[in-house]
């Protein structure tokens, strides 16, 4: 879906006024779910989660833990929901058979880098993880799903955005109220700079970790080109921005809904733009993985990954949980 405009306004409109009383229905709703008592795994479980719908870069936060925790010799299994797939679960995620029709797009990214579980249920895919030998669990997700027991929750917050109108679905992006969701929290990230007043709304006290979004390699083949840049996120103005931090030249742009579906002659026509403008294909790593397979060697992906004003802050967080983990000498 594409967010409503009036999801990122000051949150007075008639639109969101008339929805207020379904949102009320919607928070009721979600307090009683997130009051319920989840599975307590044996092993850590740390969940990257946000108190809005649409993307605040949770993915990129769990993907940038999991490789501190592998740092640290912990055998670390994802866990997602695996939104925009068939696939309920639990299910093992495998790259050479499942597409993001099957997974989503997330999934995907995530198994590139280790193994990783798709389930609705969440404490199913927990046990499912627990017994292929998971030392510890990264929820991509699910700050609002009780099926597990967090040791560590995260609260993602994109910068910009922040909380869009303050309003809950479907009057605004919340899912539930911030003060609860953070209260949930043992810290949030803040990714980008503080745009929204965002900060504000927090609990006193909350610990903030602050990260920029910096571009992958692939930046330095694109500086002082002219790119014509797609992408189907939650937030294209993210990617656009990083492509500009990249030094590339922004000759074309076309964003669509988050996890948009491309097909074939999407990119026939998306290419063809390009082509026009003399300016090369660039999309997202997330994006990528939805395009089909015989499009894919025309379109150059421009990766992302977390730069942290205080990478000691994370790390202090993880500390005790990665002691809990027994790893062979």
């Avoid at 017994?131 to 991509?140: E, K, L, S, T, W």
């Amino acid at each position: 879906m594409r967010a409503p405009d009036f999801w990122s306004g000051g949150g007075w409109g008639i639109a969101p006024l008339l929805l207020s009383p379904i949102a009320a229905i919607y928070a009721a709703a979600t307090a009683r779910r997130v009051a319920r008592r989840g599975w307590k795994a044996p092993v850590p479980v740390i969940c990257c989660g946000n108190a809005t719908a649409g993307g605040a870069g949770k993915t990129t936060v769990a993907l940038d833990i999991g490789q501190r925790l592998s740092n640290r010799g912990v055998a670390t299994h994802f866990l997602t929901r695996g939104y925009g797939g068939r696939l309920k679960g639990p299910v093992l995620v495998d790259t050479k058979q499942h597409d993001s029709k099957a997974v989503g797009d997330e999934a995907l990214l995530l198994a590139a880098t280790r193994p990783t579980w798709v389930a609705s249920d969440r404490e199913a895919g927990g046990r499912a993880a627990v017994d292929a030998g998971a030392q510890a669990i990264i929820m991509d997700d699910g700050l609002q799903n009780p099926g597990l027991e967090k040791d560590l929750s995260l609260l993602v917050i994109d910068g910009p955005y922040g909380f869009g109108n303050g309003r809950i679905i479907p009057a605004g992006p919340l899912r539930e109220p911030v003060a609860e969701a953070a209260g949930r929290c043992r810290a949030a990230v803040l990714i980008g700079e503080d745009e929204s007043g965002a900060l504000e709304q927090l609990p006193p006290g909350l610990p903030v970790l602050r990260a920029r979004l910096v571009p992958g390699p692939e930046a330095e083949l694109l500086k002082g080109q002219p790119v014509f840049a797609f992408c189907g996120i939650a937030n294209p103005r993210k990617f656009f921005t990083s492509l500009q931090e990249a030094g590339a030249v922004m000759a074309g742009r076309v964003s669509y809904a988050d996890h948009y579906p491309f097909d074939a002659g999407d990119l026939r026509e998306l290419l063809g733009q390009a082509e026009a403008l003399r300016a090369i294909p660039v999309t997202t790593r997330k994006d990528y993985v939805r395009i089909p397979p015989a499009f894919r060697s025309r379109v150059t992906v421009l990766s992302v990954r977390l730069d942290w004003e205080d990478p000691l802050g994370i790390e202090a967080l993880l500390e005790p949980l990665a002691q809990r983990v027994p790893v062979p000498a």
